[in-house]
């Protein structure tokens, strides 16, 4: 399985922009279908973004459309979330996860590699 490492993350102020990486190692990366998982405290994990192993489709969770933007680099076997127009609401940990067959699923349990998940805390 591919070891996944988030970085990125900190503290920005609303309505400003963010761009969180996951670097993987230790498996085939282009076979993995890669997603952007947000925990906020009391709340369950969601899906925000999706994107296959070609990056030739994506899903974006209704809450980010038109913020977010996933990509992925499979010559740096890099995932990427861009993040603009951030909400306080938007605070949370935000983890990559890897696997889902290549496709470009959000629902956690098709995932089998999980990073270690970075802080996004966006003050109003």
């Known amino acids: 399985q591919v070891q996944l490492v988030e970085s990125g993350g900190g503290l920005v102020q609303a309505g400003g922009s963010l761009r969180v990486s996951c670097a993987a190692s230790g498996g085939t990366f282009r076979n993995y279908g890669m997603g952007w998982f947000r925990q906020a405290p009391g709340k369950k994990r969601e899906c925000v973004a999706a994107?296959?192993?070609?990056?030739?489709?994506?899903y974006y969770a209704d809450s980010v459309k038109g913020r977010f933007t996933i990509s992925r680099d499979n010559t740096k076997n890099t995932v990427f979330l861009q993040m603009n127009s951030l909400e306080p609401e938007d605070t949370a940990v935000y983890y990559c996860?890897?696997?889902?067959?290549?496709?470009?699923?959000?629902?956690?349990?098709?995932?089998?590699?999980w990073g270690q998940g970075t802080q996004v805390t966006v003050s109003s």
């Open positions: 994107i296959s192993w070609s990056g030739g489709s994506t």
């Open positions: 996860a890897g696997g889902a067959g290549g496709y470009s699923s959000p629902h956690a349990r098709d995932y089998v590699s």
